[in-house]
């Protein structure tokens, strides 16, 4: 009876870790836009990259003299700025000069909303007594006289 479970749990066990070779791939969805000129430049600022950390391992082994391993990294450092100015080239050109005034609309409302929630004193002249009357900014609870936090919610008071 052991056996029998146990050689069960083994199928399923195999059939679980089987089971995602045996899917087929999703198609790429339609609004899935591969630009292949980005891909390769990101591929050969990868290449670059790899290229100036071997260098500099075979400066730190040895096999390239410092003078040698200088001119070797100014050059691929030079070819890597060029890769990188043309991928940021490129991904301008992807982004909409319309869609990136919407998303700087967005952050510059995000910030003054930020701005308008900064926690601050609020104090208004009260007309009878002549004495000052302090609220929470955050949570909106009256203030005592002296008081350097929020009793309610603790904010810190200026």
């Known amino acids: 009876m052991w056996i029998l479970i146990a050689i069960l749990f083994l199928l399923f066990a195999t059939a679980m870790v089987l089971l995602p070779f045996f899917r087929p791939d999703a198609p790429l969805q339609p609004d899935e836009v591969v630009d292949r000129q980005l891909l390769a430049l990101y591929t050969k600022r990868d290449q670059l990259y790899q290229a100036i950390r ?3 391992f075979d400066k730190d082994t040895g096999k390239l003299s410092p ?20 991928i940021d080239r490129r991904e301008d050109n992807l982004v909409s000069s319309e869609l990136n005034a919407r998303i ?11 701005a308008s929630l900064r926690p601050v004193a609020v104090t208004s002249a009260s007309r009878k007594s002549g004495e000052t009357v302090r609220y929470c900014t955050k949570c909106g609870t009256r203030l005592n006289v002296g008081d350097r936090f929020c009793p309610a919610c603790g904010t810190r008071m200026p």
């Open 67 to 86: 003078e040698d391993y200088e001119r070797q990294a100014v050059r691929l450092k030079r070819q890597a700025a060029n890769v990188l100015k043309a």
């Open 104 to 114: 700087e609309a967005l952050v510059r409302a995000e910030r003054q909303e930020q």
């Open 54 to 56: 071997e260098a500099k």
